[in-house]
């Protein structure tokens, strides 16, 4: 949707296809960065996205202590600048405002309830997709230039060409909401428990609530039933053991089986991937929409031209890898030290870091130096390069 904004501004003819009837989509990465506060604020869209409703994070913490203690290793508040924040906002909010923004441009066309089926392609060249609607009709849709921007299930993931690289991950997460009162804590919120790490969202009136399980172990702990594992809940977050009867069935847990992976390639000729399509990314840090987001940015930036003259090529959609792909190395290869070194020492039982005194002298390490504790801030905040649009599509 970004790059679609960005393009038809430019005057770039582009159609998104999405194959729901609206954005609606429960337990979805909700985390906006200040990298997206800024490009909003820098097309025009700031105002607007502020009457959003919203929660403001102004740091971020991970359970490093020997005691298991949450430990600022990122304090974004410090950062200077305008957006020194995360903004928590509901994905479906982003999304209808990007998508009424970009109506306004006469080039820009949205198709709700149609999903891509397969690629058309001629000479070795995708030209194209061929798509179904909710009603099953069915059709193609050519272009000059195709850009798969639809997740780690994408259709370009089956062509062997791209090659896909995964990384081992310790835990896949479940999903599911309690109430949320008053009085409780606000924005993201951690807890710790026996073998399970957990993530708050303060989403108003309820908590959308993330526990992270070892790798595999769904049916297992499933099993095990389900007044068990909210006993563990409400012993990692005690301020809500009045709520531990909130879930009352396993139907309302929704499993998300975490991966790592990215392509080696990204692209060929007609074809580009971005977003989870290119590199699905690990939970950890809610960093994932924002990556796809600044991948949205530096394609715009690229292609804008090509495309307006009609001579877009496999060198043009190279040049969008060759920009984005070491952000996207550095960021999963954090992801992979945060798995190894925190995640599944917790969720093993064992401290986070290594020995107790190895995570103590850690622990003050950062908590007492400025530098890193600002360095991952600014990483979170920013990636490895800030991206900024084509002055074609400021308004």
Known sequence: MVLALLLARAGVEVTVLEKHGDFLRDFRGDTVHPSTLSLLDSIGLADRFARLPQRRVTSVQLPIGPDRSLVTVGNIGALHGKYNYIAMVPQWDLLDLLADEARREPSFRLRMNTGATSFLVENG????????????????????????????????????????????????????????????????????????????????????????????????????????????????????????????????VKLLDVRLDRLRRWHRPGLLC??????????????????????????????????????????????????????????????RVAHTQVIEPLLAGRVAFGAPRRAKRLTELITESRWLNRLPAYFLAYGALRERPPKESLR
């Open 125 to 252: 060249r995708v030209t194209g997709v061929r798509y179904r609607t909710a009603d099953g009709d069915t059709g193609e849709l050519r272009a000059s230039l195709t850009v798969a921007c639809d997740g780690r299930g994408s259709l370009a993931r089956a062509l062997p060409e791209l090659g896909l690289e995964e990384f081992p991950c310790p835990m896949d997460a479940w999903w599911f909401r309690v109430p949320r009162r008053e009085e409780d804590p606000s924005g993201l919120v951690g807890g710790i428990g026996d073998r399970l790490f957990l993530a708050l969202i303060d989403r108003g009136d309820y908590w959308q609530c993330a526990a992270l399980i070892p790798k595999g172990s769904d049916a297992q702990r499933r099993a095990e039933g389900l007044e068990p594992f909210m006993d563990r809940f409400t012993e990692a977050v005690p301020w809500l053991a009045d709520r531990a009867d909130a879930v009352t069935s396993w139907d309302e």
């Open 274 to 335: 971005i977003g989870d399509a290119a590199h699905a990314m690990s939970p950890v840090f809610g960093i994932g929409i924002n990556l796809a987001v600044q991948d949205a940015v530096a394609a715009a930036r690229h292609l804008v031209g090509p495309l307006r003259e009609g001579t877009v090529g496999l060198h043009d959609v190279r040049r969008v890898q060759q920009r984005r792909m070491p952000t996207t190395v550095a960021t999963q290869a954090l992801q």
